[in-house]
């Protein structure tokens, strides 16, 4: 596996000056040579002077948050990243890569997830370049190497957790999604390692379930939302009942026997729990006893 290695190189504005000092000797010379007739110091002149033109093409540019990967006929000779104007071997081959924080958002995917529901599902993923070399010679292309790994490693995680939690359930897509997002950001990081990449940060951008069972679902969390709150006013009525007759046993406000404690627990779950309200009923049957 190939590494980065730094490379130094010459500051550019420095070889500007040698380059532009050697040219203007060499043409002087060159000048000089024809004018006194020394054809040979003329022609070395000239030699010399091509050389430096040749020089030239050393000088390339490196932009912040960039790097240079070098190469010398197809070996890897190091990387440069301290921007500015430089100077290197003017046969070297000098590939820009960008170290610059990118992201990018897949594709709605539709994935099952762990208990075979269809789902609808996509992701952002933040990421940047940290070595230079393993980006360029390890992965034929890197950018589309993160996008497909990207996805593959959505689709997996997918697979692996259920849309909503149910009983004797934990983590889901849709109720942790700081979990969830760690957990992506981890399988991700693991398929891009041999890329040079790292990941800064992943998360669900779109999740719903596939149109094709979304109202079936939406009815099923309409219901269940129905039976949590059932749920909360029983439990609540039953303790308010249970309060009400320790308090009028506690002051003896009145001696029930069970069959009245019954019907009394009837009456006020009755009252507690429904969605009208009462309706008093006046019993005059023992009047006329």
């Not at 039976?227 to 406000?253: C, F, K, N, P, Y």
Request: glycine share 6%; charged share 20%.
């Amino acid at each position: 596996m190939i590494r980065e290695q730094i490379k130094t190189v010459s500051s550019g504005y420095l070889a500007i000056v040698l380059l532009t000092a050697a040219q203007l000797l060499f043409g002087y010379l060159v000048f000089n040579s024809l004018r006194t007739y020394a054809f040979g110091g003329a022609i070395a002149a000239i030699l010399a002077s091509a050389v430096v033109i040749v020089c030239w093409v050393g000088l390339f540019m490196v932009h912040p948050n960039e790097a240079k990967v070098i190469q010398l006929f197809g070996k890897y000779v190091g990387t440069t990243h301290e921007p500015g104007l430089k100077w290197a071997n003017p046969f070297f081959q000098k590939t820009a890569v960008s170290t610059r924080v990118r992201n990018f958002e897949s594709g709605q995917l539709k994935v099952n997830d762990s208990q075979g529901s269809p789902i609808e599902i996509a992701a952002v993923v933040v990421w940047k370049v940290f070595d230079t070399a393993e980006a360029m010679f390890e992965v034929d292309d890197y950018e589309q190497f993160v996008q497909i790994q990207s996805e593959s490693a959505l689709r997996n995680l997918t697979t692996t957790f259920p849309y909503e939690p149910h009983e004797g359930e934990g983590t889901a897509l849709r109720s942790h999604p700081t979990e969830i997002a760690a957990a992506l950001r981890d399988e991700i990081q693991d398929r891009l390692e041999q890329a040079g990449v790292t990941v800064i940060e992943a998360r669900i951008s779109h999740l719903a379930y596939a149109p094709e069972i979304a109202n079936a679902m939406l009815r099923r969390q309409q219901a269940s939302a129905i039976i949590a709150a059932r749920t909360q006013i029983v439990r609540g009525a039953v303790g308010m009942v249970e309060m009400a007759l320790d308090e009028l046993q506690q002051h003896s406000v009145v001696d029930l026997d069970e069959e009245r404690k019954a019907a009394m627990v009837s009456n006020l779950l009755v009252v507690l729990c429904g969605e009208e309200g009462a309706q008093p009923v006046l019993n005059t049957g023992s009047l006329y006893t």
